[in-house]
């Protein structure tokens, strides 16, 4: 009995260190180009577990920074890879929050958490915004989904399987812009696809099988925040979260591509 009810109790605690449903824990970086964390570079709000492009290295095409520790110190694992989050370059190194740490490349960082939730006030709260692409195995978007991608929307840039990408949504959360840079690992160059999504609005996919259809929404608790790009000094575009799922494109009616 006294074994069950520790185990209770342990298991009551981690639930209460996770954030409730509807709320988010996404990872506020602060980098450095010092090992002592005092001659600052820039600042990220990174999803957790997103697929980043690598902007900081040429050794790999992309890291991910994941939070697997909730009490404090948290604690984060980062990886980084030689394609979209697939291939591991090197094996993960664990980091912690309040310590400067090695972060990618020559940058050094301090890292914590920020909750992101609709009742989250004051400045240290997150203001992430992010798009939610969520796929369904019935026409008309029926039912629950049974596969979700989420993205950031201020322009972030994201590792994909062909090359990288970015997305952005507009001041009225109206309609999702994603833009392929293809076979390039920094979001430039002149080879490009955009594509121009409506928020809420189902599109069909393939008639016999699944995925049958699919729905972009987005989650934004600042209504006043509009889509920017997060520019490093002088390494251009940086993004989050895993690898769009080509079948977006594939829909009928489809996006509008420009």
């Given amino acids: 009995m006294r074994l069950l009810r520790g185990g209770f109790l342990w298991l009551l605690a981690a639930s209460l260190l996770r954030p409730s449903s509807g709320d988010t824990l996404d990872i506020d970086v602060r980098l450095f180009l010092d090992s002592n964390c005092f001659d600052p570079y820039d600042e990220l709000l990174l999803l957790d577990d997103g697929c980043y492009a690598n902007l900081y290295t040429n050794a790999t095409k992309a890291f991910k920074v994941r939070i697997v520790g909730f009490v404090e110190p948290f604690k984060y694992d980062i990886q980084d890879y030689t394609d979209a989050c697939h291939t591991i370059f090197s094996p993960k190194r664990t980091l912690e929050s309040g310590k400067c740490e090695r972060f990618i490349g020559g940058y050094w960082a301090e890292i914590t958490n920020r909750l992101r939730s609709s009742t989250c006030v004051g400045q240290d709260c ?119 799922a080509p079948l977006a494109l594939l829909g009928s009616p489809r996006p509008r591509e420009l």
């Fill in 126 to 244: 997150s203001r992430l915004a992010v798009t939610k692409q969520r796929f369904y195995s019935e026409s008309m978007c029926v039912g629950l989904p049974y596969e979700v991608f989420t993205y950031p929307v201020q322009n972030e840039c994201m590792r994909a399987s062909n090359g990288t990408q970015a997305f952005r949504v507009d001041p009225t959360t109206t309609n999702v812009t994603q833009v392929d840079y293809l076979v390039n690992d920094r979001c430039g160059g002149d080879l490009t696809r955009q594509y121009i999504m409506s928020v809420g609005y189902c599109y069909e996919l393939y008639p016999d099988r699944a995925p049958r259809s699919f729905r972009w929404e987005v989650e934004r608790y600042d209504a006043t925040a509009i889509s920017d790009a997060w520019r490093p000094s002088s390494l251009g575009l940086v993004q989050a979260a895993g690898v769009a």
